[in-house]
Nanobody, 115 residues
Framework: QVQLVESGGGLVQPGWSLRLSCAAS????????MYWVRQAPGKGLEWVSS????????TYANSVKERFTISRDNAKNTLYLQMNSLRSEDAAKYYC????????RGQGTQVTVPS
């Protein structure tokens, strides 16, 4: 069955970096555009970034542009999110998903950035 397993979250200080990973299985990963979404406590799901199936075209929410980089390794069935210059407002649970609104997302990985 389709499975997405996120990892790499943690507690970091403002200005630090983290790299999230998402291991995909159960479907033909290289054929799908993929997405990162996040959910802060008490808030709804927020789209963060998208990447097309070939890994060439990427898009970002304005709030993370120039700080986050999405990428993928289709040989390893893995999606990544490099997050630099983290801010307290980036604190959330991060999910990889097969849809831009979070459809088919994994269990998530928590990113904590104290203010």
């Amino acid at each position: 069955q389709v499975q997405l397993v996120e990892s790499g979250g943690g507690l970091v200080q403002p200005g630090w970096s983290l790299r999230l990973s998402c291991a995909a299985s159960g479907f033909t990963f290289r054929s799908y555009g993929m997405y990162w979404v996040r959910q802060a406590p008490g808030k709804g799901l927020e789209w963060v970034s998208s990447i097309n199936s070939g890994g060439v075209d990427t898009t970002y929410a304005n709030s993370v542009k120039e700080r986050f980089t999405i990428s993928r390794d289709n040989a390893k069935n893995t999606l990544y999110l490099q997050m630099n210059s983290l801010r307290s407002e980036d604190a959330a649970k991060y999910y990889c998903a097969r849809g831009p609104t979070g459809g088919g997302r994994g269990q998530g990985t928590q990113v904590t950035v104290p203010s």
